[in-house]
């Protein structure tokens, strides 16, 4: 059951057109901040390490659905200044195996009324994702994906050359092209998201359930007791303790884990985007390729946002190198020779953490007490709901839900992998 809290004290209310007209009456006089800034306590019931999209879904599900409200969300610098605000956007649930199709369809149906819940445009548009085939291998494969996802419940298609175009005009379906368009996949559910709306909709409707957001408090040193279990950590603005600890870090999962005593099997990667100048609405959904190895969907402002693959060697930092930028160009220009005359405006690269099979680790770590969420790689946007909600279940109870199960730390000691490097490729 959902915490009663006053919260509507200190943050802005509820939003609604009523309440939109009602402050314009007033000359906006009566909005409050968003949320609080608090100064952290020195214990919580939940320390959650991280103040990103995936983070800030854990405590608000944590407070929601649990009713745990003493928690503290900490972040090295503000809200959404990592992968949540370095993202390209894209939500889909069409993966391979039955275990990742469950969970990301479940955080596909969360998004479908997340603006609802959270009472914040997250500007979900469910615009459709086209997974295009230009070779036999790919029109296999994307067959038996949709095939998979069919019999998982998960909404899929295969077109034709012709289904294409008549779904996205843009696309050239000549024959005589280098890569020709043999077909694609298609998820009419799948679309883009709004990825500071996100960040911004889970931290106002956590703390509006009384919540913690620390901001400015970068994790030193993690601490252990006597018996070696987790009771808190050290930051740059000072001693937190708690019950219970959770590292929400994606990229930087690997330096808090060494500061815990363990070791995670995952690679830091940079993972380069750009946007062009904008333009006028020319195209109505997401276009990915795996094989011409580029996708490309446009903003709200109007910016084509592009993309592909990881940077190949481990990096801590968010720049890439030049010659990735260059491949992208060349791949997008490939599909959309039109494109070669508009201007890059701006880049960046996120820091992906990467499993060896290329699926996402939540649940407990060998430290007792302290739980961890990461490994999603290149598609960490789309699973934040279900990630959230996921974490908060097992941090509640102690033990992992259905959905998060297959996904623990050991099976890479047991061996039962979830391998989808081949829905993970390029099409985040």
Known sequence: MAADTSADKTASGRFSAWRVFKEALGGNTGWKPWRRNPEPKPRYDVIIVGGGGHGLATAYYLAKLHGITNVAVVEKGWIGGGNAGRNTTIVRSNYLWDESAAIYEHGLKLWEGLSQDLNVNVMFSQRGVLNLAH???????????????????????????????????????????????????????????????????????????????????????????????????????????????????????????????????????????????????????????????????????????MGAGIDAHTSYTQRGAFHIIEDQMASAIELFPMFSRLRVMRTWAGIVDVCPDASPIIGETPVPNLYINCGWGTGGFKATPS???????????????????????????????VDEHGAAAVAH
């Open 387 to 417: 990630s959230g909600w996921t974490l908060a279940h097992t941090l509640a109870h102690g033990a992992p839900h259905a959905l998060n199960a297959p996904f623990a730390l050991d099976r890479f000691t047991t061996g039962a992998l």
């Open 135 to 305: 070779t036999l291998h790919d029109v296999r494969e994307s067959i038996r994906r949709v095939n998979a996802n069919q019999l998982n419940g998960v909404d899929a298609e295969w077109l034709d050359p012709e289904g294409v175009q008549d779904f996205c005009p843009l696309i050239d379906i000549s024959t005589k092209k280098r890569w020709p368009v043999l077909g694609a996949t298609l998820q009419r559910r799948g679309g883009t998201a709004r990825h500071d709306a996100v960040v911004w909709g889970y931290a106002r409707a956590a703390d509006r359930l009384g919540v913690d957001i620390i901001e400015n408090a970068e994790v030193t040193s993690v601490l252990r007791g006597a018996d070696g279990a987790f009771e808190g950590v050290e930051t740059t603005r000072g001693t937190i303790r708690a019950d219970k600890g959770a590292f929400v870090a994606a990229g930087h999962s690997s330096v808090l884990a060494d500061m815990a005593g363990f070791r995670l099997p995952i690679e830091s990667h940079p993972l380069q985007a750009l946007v062009s100048e904008p333009l006028k609405p020319l195209l109505d959904c997401v276009v990915m390729s795996n094989q011409v190895h580029v996708y490309v969907s446009q903003s709200d402002k109007g910016e084509l946002v």
